[in-house]
């Protein structure tokens, strides 16, 4: 059991370049938090320094109470799943998911019952005489993370476990870390760039860029509540529709203001400014009595059980998501109800939400 | 069957090739051939002009003798302490050049200049840091006060066969921590970072991830330098001319003195097959064994 804290945590490189910077993050015992960004943001990095694959430059870092930044890999109860599995080609998969017991004097019997466990859970127990070389991607990453699971760690950290894996398989497997990490009660950390699994696996998310948190809280919190711009497009598929336009002030209500487009924003405090609009694409209803959106269909694309349209509206293209029974053609004139509750309102030189709580 | 007709093409590749395979005759494949040939005669050049057929006798004098078997003793002797160091150190050479530390691309320059060395000149070089009355060993060892006189080196029949092979070595081992360190490039780093996870001390990881991915090149490197070694002819030659007293009378110098001493061509070519064929039955047996195991 454990609980992680990065206080002012930076990872510099001998080149100079800067992975991470002065990272602050608690992670509570048992917690599953993913760390979400692009490649480059820093989020392998982070992983890498809490398995003790990376030095830390400043900074320190905290397993329960006691400052790790010193410790060895082979001395932390850690266990990590790589995106290339890294499976030793020369052993059998029973000997691979073993070797992590047998570096900590494991007993035979207790080891092979440990084993043959995991890969009941697994069901990989026909494959354990085989080579990696003669395994499926799929088994090949079961095995690696039998090899993590069988250690029973205090901490376990993922590395994009399942970006090699094609589409259909991935969702399961989705479905199979959730479970173990119910099961494991081990403080799991996650690295993708993938939102989806993120939303789909996390307790927590970390977003980052550039090195830097960008914003941290549950699925609901980053996905519903973005603080910047960037968080705000980084989830969600298709993206955000992100408008920019003027805030501005009639009567004393707020709106937004874009050519021949007016969405009142209100309870939005501030002056007037230029702002950027964020609209989910499916967050579009039938005309009611708020606000409504016109526009012209540009194209329609079905996809199973919703469409997605592209919408031209003033001089911006919109893509939004709307049910099957919507019959519009290229060409035609649409209309849509907004709840202007739902729409993100950041401010356009900083990025930064003007939402109240952010 | 139709007899397909010779292209212009296929005509002026045959033209090209032609010279190529004509001088690669000449001076290989005749060569081979009339060795063949000639250890199935009695030849001594001091008679000429009576050249007798013994069919394999030659082969049976050579194989009776026990001389003969002592020389091929000392040349598997020689080749077991040449190959086995050659390995270690070259693993040694590989490792220490994976590591990342400045001045490594020097180093790694550097470490190539004994291969580049030509054979003989390398042999004389080592003949004078043997040598007994100037040589720079005894220089070096009287200095550090490890002997208190000049040993006579070469002189000493124990000593014979580990100080040729010493300079065997020194000629061998770029080559061959150049191929091991191929090899070890090749390892991906996340399998150490997995060890290393997993719990195994660096130690533990060198000999669960390191030495298991070098078995190719242990392999190759064993393969190639056990050829050279049995072989090997230059430095027994120059050092020591199989002296003293036998004491470095190898195979490969047994056949110069046959030959070219004796001048009885019958034997000395049919050593060479001799020699020839177990070098190529233990290739053959390792070659088996490596792709068993790959």
Known sequence: ?358 | MAIRAVSHDERSAFGLLAGLVAVLMAVTAFPILYSLWISLFAVNLRRPLRMPFVGLDNYIAVLSSPAFWESAGRTALFSAMAVAAVLVIATLVAVLLDQEFPGRRVLSACLLIPWAIPSVANGLMWKWIYDANYGALNGLLLQLGFINSAMIWLGDANRTLPLIANAFIWKEVPLAAILLLVTLKSIPSDLYAAAAVDGAPAFRRFVAITLPALRPGFLLVALYEAMMAIRHFDLFFLLTEGGPGGASDVVAWRIYVETFRNLSFGTGAAMSYILALATLLMSYALIRSMAEKL
Do not use: W
């Not at chain 1, 992100?242 to 021949?260: D, H």
């Open chain 1, 1 to 358: 059991m454990a609980r992680i804290r990065f206080q002012s945590v930076t990872k510099r490189y001998a080149n100079g370049a800067t992975a991470v910077a002065g990272l602050d993050l608690d992670i509570a015992d048992q917690e599953f938090l993913v760390l979400l960004g692009p490649s480059g943001c820093g989020k392998s990095t982070t992983l890498n320094m809490i398995a003790g694959l990376e030095e830390i430059s400043e900074g320190v870092l905290l397993f329960d109470d006691q400052i790790v930044n010193n410790v060895p890999a082979h001395k932390r109860d850690v266990a990590m799943v790589f995106q290339s599995y890294a499976l030793y080609p020369h052993m059998t998969v029973f000997e691979n998911i073993a070797f992590g017991l047998r570096m900590r004097r494991v007993g035979e019997a207790d080891l092979r019952m440990r084993v043959m466990q995991a890969a009941d859970k697994l069901e990989i127990t026909h494959l354990l005489e085989r080579r990696p070389s003669q395994l499926s991607g799929g088994q090949r990453q079961r095995v690696a993370l039998g090899r993590a699971m069988v250690r029973e760690p205090a901490v376990f950290l993922m590395d994009e476990p399942l970006s090699n894996l094609d589409a259909s398989l991935r969702i399961s497997m989705r479905a199979q870390i959730r479970h173990l990490h119910t099961q494991m009660r081990s403080t799991f950390v996650y690295v993708t760039h993938d939102q989806a699994e993120a939303l789909t696996l996390a307790d927590r998310i970390v977003v980052m860029k550039d090195g830097t948190i960008q914003q941290i809280g549950t699925p609901d919190e980053i996905y519903e509540s973005p603080t910047n711009v960037f968080v705000a497009s980084f989830l969600g598929s298709p993206t955000i529709n992100l408008l920019e336009g003027a805030l501005e002030r009639e009567n004393g209500a707020a709106c937004f203001k874009r050519g021949t487009l007016t969405i009142p924003l209100p309870a939005l405090q501030g002056g007037a400014r230029n702002i950027v609009l964020g609209l989910r694409p499916e967050d579009v209803g039938t005309p009611g009595d708020g606000p409504q959106l016109h526009g012209v269909v540009d194209t329609a694309m079905p996809s199973g059980a919703d469409q997605f349209l592209g919408v031209l509206v003033d001089d911006a293209m919109l893509f939004l998501r709307v049910g099957k029974d919507v019959r519009v053609r290229a060409g035609e004139a649409i209309s849509f109800g907004l709840n202007p509750e739902r729409l993100h309102v950041f401010d356009r030189e900083t990025g930064r939400s003007l939402r109240g709580a952010a």
